[in-house]
């Protein structure tokens, strides 16, 4: 089973700035297969970035992703209020799917 | 507009079973993978068991494989997903998810999840 560890746990940050979040992989995601979704209290998660670094429809080009192998990253530019949520990386390359534990990006 | 609603959940005692469904509208539903995904109170998200397009492969999770058991109707737009001996651990919102249909495992629509509460 590949076990997702996402950094920080939790992430305080201010509208405006920038958001760098981190998920390492306990051993090589087949084919970039790799996810992050978006989950704000009490809605079902909100596909994000897919294959590592291609962007889901509707998704505004402030988030991009990137990474490959066992380091992958999910960087917001210039946050919105509605960007303060919490973040699942996800790999789908072999089965368990597996999800990362999350960040927690806050208002600073 | 893609519409997965789910349903079934509620109150249940230890080793007790129930049954989920979800709802499919708004896409070609014999034509997608479909997932269930739950996530326990306050935690993060659990891959739970997932099908293929037309039902003839299934695959589970370790904390469910020979008690949940995974599948669809095709001609009733509808994922099910039974659950039996249920245990404390098994207490989680429940999701359905439609699988993107490249042949990869993400999800690219959920529904709105539904609460299975197991407990005495």
């Known amino acids: 089973e590949i076990v997702l560890t996402q950094s920080p746990g939790t992430l305080s940050l201010s509208p405006g700035e920038r958001a760098t979040l981190s998920c390492r992989a306990s051993?090589?995601?087949?084919?970039?297969?790799l996810a992050w979704y978006q989950q704000k209290p009490g809605q079902a998660p909100r596909l994000l970035i897919y294959?590592?670094?291609s962007r889901a429809t509707g998704i505004p080009d402030r988030f991009s992703g990137s990474g490959s192998g066992t380091d992958f990253t999910l960087t917001i530019t210039r946050l919105e209020p509605e960007d303060f949520a919490v973040y699942y990386c996800?790999?789908?390359?072999?089965?368990?799917?597996?999800f990362g534990q999350g960040t927690k990006l806050e208002i600073k | 507009e893609v519409q997965l609603v789910e349903s079934g959940g509620g109150l249940v005692q230890p080793g007790g079973s129930l049954r989920l469904s979800c709802a499919a509208s708004?896409?070609?539903?014999?034509?997608?993978?479909m997932t269930w995904a739950r996530q326990a109170p306050g935690k993060g998200l659990e891959w739970v068991s997932s099908?293929?397009?037309?039902?003839?492969?299934?695959d589970y999770a370790d904390s469910v494989k020979g008690r949940f058991t995974i599948s669809r109707d095709n001609s009733k737009n509808t994922l099910y997903l039974q659950m039996k001996s249920l245990r404390g651990e098994d207490t989680a919102v429940y999701y359905c998810?439609?699988?993107?249909?490249?042949?990869?495992?993400?999800?690219?629509?959920w529904g709105q999840g539904i609460l299975v509460t197991v407990s005495s």
């Open positions: 998810a439609k699988e993107d249909g490249s042949g990869s495992s993400y999800y690219d629509y």
């Open positions: 099908v293929t397009s037309s039902g003839s492969r299934t």
């Open positions: 051993q090589s995601v087949t084919s970039t297969f």
């Open positions: 708004g896409f070609t539903f014999s034509n997608y993978a």
């Open positions: 996800q790999q789908y390359g072999s089965s368990p799917y597996t």
């Open positions: 294959g590592a670094s």
